[in-house]
């Protein structure tokens, strides 16, 4: 298996412009995470989905950032308009269904906004 | 809610010494823990899992974690350090009955000199 697969591995923009960042889960598992990762707060959640169905969104930031998983093997997270503090490494997961799986991570995508 | 401490911002061991790096958690119910390593400009690979059962637990490239459930605390540990064991180490957890996301520790730098 790949792993996780996530797309762009770097991508620099401009504040106020759209970004969007994919994710391609291990195929079989049914959760998917986000995470991001900056110095200031660490690792943490942004949101989660199970079965295509997000489970836990409070972590998301403020309207700006959404996310969608339209199928089993594709996920986006959108950030309108970006802002230098979305600088960050943006990272994706994957889990099966049993609770005592284990979250297998993309290699991340490192976000920088001018 | 759940947390977990990393105590020690960077941890400096010989090589061939043996290394431990900390971590302790709080958490409502029964913990599920994991340690994580993220090398540079890497995603973080899984290490080892606190499941069930016997509170030594061994995982991948000859590192393990005891669990200790007085303490609430589940250190990482290996008999014999290599300067490539040079990286960022997350301690993370999550409930068994609660949601799949992980919450993570601040991470600790492991610098293992030849």
């Known amino acids: 298996d790949a792993g996780v697969i996530q797309s762009p591995r770097h991508e620099v923009t401009e504040m106020g412009q759209e970004v969007t960042l994919r994710c391609k889960p291990i195929?079989?598992?049914?959760?998917l995470f986000w995470y991001r990762q900056t110095m200031m707060r660490g690792l943490e959640l942004l949101i989660y989905?199970?079965?295509?169905?997000?489970?836990?969104d409070s972590g998301m930031p403020e309207d700006r950032f959404s996310a969608k998983m339209p199928n089993a093997s594709f996920s986006t997270l959108k950030i309108q308009p970006s802002e230098p503090r979305d600088s960050a490494v943006y990272f994706c997961?994957?889990?099966?269904?049993?609770?005592?799986?284990?979250?297998?991570f993309g290699p991340g995508t490192r976000l920088t906004v001018l | 809610a759940q947390s977990v401490a990393q105590p020690e911002d960077q941890v400096n061991v010989a090589e061939g010494n043996p290394l431990t790096v900390k971590c302790t958690y709080s958490?409502?119910?029964?913990?599920?823990l994991f340690w994580y390593v993220q090398y540079p400009n890497r995603g973080l690979q899984f290490l080892l899992k606190?499941?069930?059962?016997?509170?030594l637990v061994k995982g991948s490239y000859g590192f393990e974690a005891e669990f200790n459930k007085s303490q609430t605390s589940f250190h990482l540990k290996k008999p014999s350090a290599l300067v490539s064991d040079s990286a960022l180490y997350f301690c993370?957890?999550?409930?068994?009955?609660?949601?799949?996301?992980?919450?993570f520790g601040s991470g600790t730098r492991l610098q293992v000199q030849p």
């Open positions: 993370a957890v999550r409930d068994k009955a609660g949601r799949r996301a992980l919450t």
């Open positions: 989905f199970n079965n295509n169905v997000p489970i836990d």
């Open positions: 997961a994957s889990m099966g269904p049993s609770a005592t799986d284990t979250q297998y």
């Open positions: 606190y499941i069930t059962g016997d509170n």
């Open positions: 195929s079989g598992h049914d959760y």
């Open positions: 958490v409502s119910g029964n913990p599920y």
